[in-house]
């Protein structure tokens, strides 16, 4: 499936922004789907996955608290809702998606969460998110 992800634009530091994750034609009911994003001179990194089962949701621990992944099954989008937005979230921002109940989430040594991107294979275009300070 291609998705696509929209949304991004130029935010002040404290601002907000609601990214999009579509697939123009079909529904993303069928896949679990997760957020990445990729800052300059950085690897990609992940960000939330909700699952296609129930509708769990996984966050980066760093994350938690200000960033609000969903479905919204009247516009056939998973959304990222982004709160207090800081200029270290500045990035291209994509989403993945996979035909799996469950979203494929890690422990790391240091007991955080996190997701390698290598599991997914269908990717949309990415978004940019320019935070100023």
Same mark, same amino acid.
């Given at each position: 499936v291609q998705l696509q992800a929209s949304g991004g634009g130029?935010?002040? *530091? $404290? $601002? @907000?922004? =609601?990214?999009?994750? $579509?697939?123009? $034609?079909? !529904?993303?009911?069928?896949f679990n789907i997760a957020w990445f994003r990729q800052a300059p001179g950085k690897e990609r990194e992940w960000v939330s996955c909700i699952n296609r089962a129930d509708d769990r949701t996984y966050y980066k621990d760093s994350l938690k608290? =200000?960033? !609000?992944? @969903? =479905?919204?099954?009247a516009k056939k989008t998973v959304d990222?809702?982004? *709160?207090?937005l800081k200029p270290e979230d500045t990035a291209v921002y994509y989403c993945a998606g996979e035909k799996r109940d469950l979203c494929r989430v890690l422990i790391t040594p240091d007991l955080t969460l996190d997701m390698r991107a290598e599991e997914y294979d269908s990717w949309g275009r990415g978004t940019q998110v320019t935070v100023s300070s």
């Open positions: 130029l935010v002040q *530091a $404290g $601002g @907000s922004l =609601r990214l999009s994750c $579509g697939a123009p $034609g079909t !529904t993303l009911e069928n608290g =200000r960033f !609000t992944i @969903s =479905r919204d099954n990222l809702q982004m *709160a207090d």
